[in-house]
């Protein structure tokens, strides 16, 4: 009887400890890796397999591609805001950009304390955290070096956010190309070992790699010394908005062998995780901050080309082998971020979890409510107009339309044309280098150069005009009939149902949500550089999440 008794009480135990065993792998709190390339679109070459036939086709992006055939491709993912600052607002604060303050600005930004963010919040609830180049957040001043901030981590060089720079150079003092991405590539290594080396013992880690090296400049013909990418290739293949001439075809090829090194630097990080025995349970989210600069309908509009965006999600939870079109933008990351650690979502976040959708075994569209993706910019670098103005927009846009409202079309939306029409017009070399000295909002670069120089040929006029002439105050696009956004259809009676429809959808999100810009005029935005933080001055949002 007692032998009977002691066999039932080990089995018990057994089972016990079986039982906790599996709570325990099921309530584990995963890592979460995160990274995010500086003005990165939607260009990498799984989209290309998607929609062939554009400038995705000649692109190379494996491990990206891997992540999202491992997890789930988000095609239609846009930033909130197509400027590096509101961009980074709103995603850390899982708000639209115009709920944050002056971090609703690039240059003159400051971080509302009282805004929560994802970060600390996951920092609050023991996770170690830590960001490697740029982020911008509490605590981490606007100007401040990228990494510089109290969780960075880049010991081991920063030369990655200067690739095509540092590796020509390299290779100019004997270096085959190999070496020459190898000695960045172990920067990359390095900054994330040492991330790793300050976590404690079984701790969850939240790491953010944010590089550079895609936001302009890069050495002209380095897509194709470094990376083997013909300019030739892209013939034929560049969207209606981009002049497709040799030197734009170059400028063009040269982005797309930065967003390969990025593409590089990811796999790296992976292979760490793989050699750490962390793979399986990290949650690898990547992204961009908008779309190229430099480039008509690129950084700084809210077109397809500026705001949408790639976005691929892998790891535990997460129900991976699928293609999604739920619409999102990247604020909801915040809330996706915060759930997977079981940390609480703030009430004030306006951003929604991507949870649903991630873990479904659904393709197409999942999440029926997810039909639309709201988006805006105010000012993005100081003195782009005459008195420090900015370039209110707001837009809404879906799978069969874009409708965007220009708040204040008597303003350049580039920025004021400086020096143009006059005795001392800028140069080729002052337009490639030197931002400033025309249309501020648009980075300066070869193709910007070629626009403001060829502006009175014939086929580049209209590509020129539409690009840095002043704007419609409504903007409709039927993107089905108009991918590439040529035609304002928003005077076309065919069209007036869908206008009203969509105009209301949109001016209701922005009401609900506490958009300054509906409130005396934009008052707060329009007084530079800003009337003061949202807390303060600004007025109060009247929606929770």
Not at 243 to 250: E, F
Request: aromatic fraction near 10%; charge should be negative.
């Amino acid at each position: 009887m007692m032998r009977r008794t002691l066999l039932l009480v080990l089995m018990a135990l057994c089972l016990t400890s079986f039982a906790n065993r599996i709570h325990a792998e099921e309530t584990k709190r995963p890592n979460i890796l995160f990274a995010f390339a500086d003005d990165w679109g939607k260009q990498a070459s799984i989209y290309g397999q998607l929609e062939p036939g554009g400038i995705n086709d000649v692109v190379k992006t494996p491990h990206f591609d891997a992540l999202s055939k491992r997890g789930v491709l988000f095609k239609n993912a846009f930033v909130n805001a197509p400027s590096c600052t509101p961009c980074r607002s709103s995603l850390l604060s899982g708000q639209y950009f115009w709920r944050t303050g002056r971090g609703a600005i690039l240059r003159g930004a400051v971080w509302d304390p009282t805004i929560p963010s994802y970060p600390l919040l996951l920092k609050d609830g023991g996770y170690h955290i830590g960001e490697t180049y740029k982020v911008w957040s509490p605590g981490t001043p606007n100007d401040a070096p990228y990494g510089s901030g109290k969780y960075g981590y880049q010991k081991a060089g920063s030369s990655f956010n200067q690739f095509s720079q540092r590796a020509t150079a390299l290779m100019s003092s004997g270096k085959s190309a190999d070496e020459a991405k190898e000695e960045l590539y172990q920067q990359v290594r390095g900054n994330f070992a040492d991330f790793l080396k300050d976590r404690q013992e079984g701790q969850p880690f939240c790491y953010w790699f944010g590089p550079t090296n895609v936001h302009r400049k890069w050495v002209a013909g380095s897509g194709k010394k470094l990376w083997g990418i013909n300019p030739d290739d892209l013939k034929g293949k560049m969207p209606a908005f981009l002049p497709d001439v040799p030197v734009v075809r170059q400028d063009l090829a040269d982005y797309l062998g930065e967003i390969q090194a990025f593409d590089a630097a990811l796999g790296i990080l992976i292979e760490q995780l793989k050699e750490a025995g962390e793979l399986d349970n990290t949650l690898i989210v990547v992204s961009g901050d908008h779309g190229p600069p430099g480039f008509p309908q690129g950084k700084c509009n809210l077109y397809d080309f500026g705001t949408h965006v790639a976005l691929a999600v892998a790891g535990p939870g997460v129900h991976g082998g699928r293609v999604v079109d739920d619409f999102t933008i990247l604020p909801d990351l915040a809330p996706t971020f915060l759930e997977a650690g079981g940390q609480e979502i703030p009430e004030v976040m306006t951003a929604k979890s991507l949870w649903p959708v991630l873990k479904s075994d659904k393709e197409g569209l999942v999440d029926p409510a997810r039909t639309a993706a709201f988006t805006g910019r105010e000012r993005h670098v100081e003195m782009a107009r005459e008195g420090n103005l900015p370039y209110p927009m707001r837009a809404i846009q879906t799978a069969d339309y874009q409708l965007i409202i220009n708040f204040k079309p008597d303003r350049w939306p580039m920025g004021d044309p400086y020096n143009l029409g006059t005795d001392n017009p800028p140069t080729q070399d002052e337009l490639v280098n030197k931002t400033f000295v025309t249309f501020p909002d648009d980075d300066a670069g070869p193709t910007k150069a070629f626009m403001v120089m060829h502006r009175a040929d014939p086929e580049v006029k209209p590509i020129f005009d539409r690009c840095f002439g002043k704007r419609s105050a409504v903007e409709l696009y039927d993107l089905k009939n108009d991918p590439d956004q040529m035609t304002n259809v928003a005077d076309d009676p065919k069209y007036e149902k869908v206008k009203a429809e969509l105009t209301a959808r949109l001016m209701e999100e922005l009401k609900t949500s506490g958009d300054p810009r509906l409130v005396d005029e934009g008052k707060f935005f329009e007084t530079p550089p800003m009337a003061g933080p949202l807390t303060g001055d600004g007025p109060k949002p009247n929606r929770k999440r």
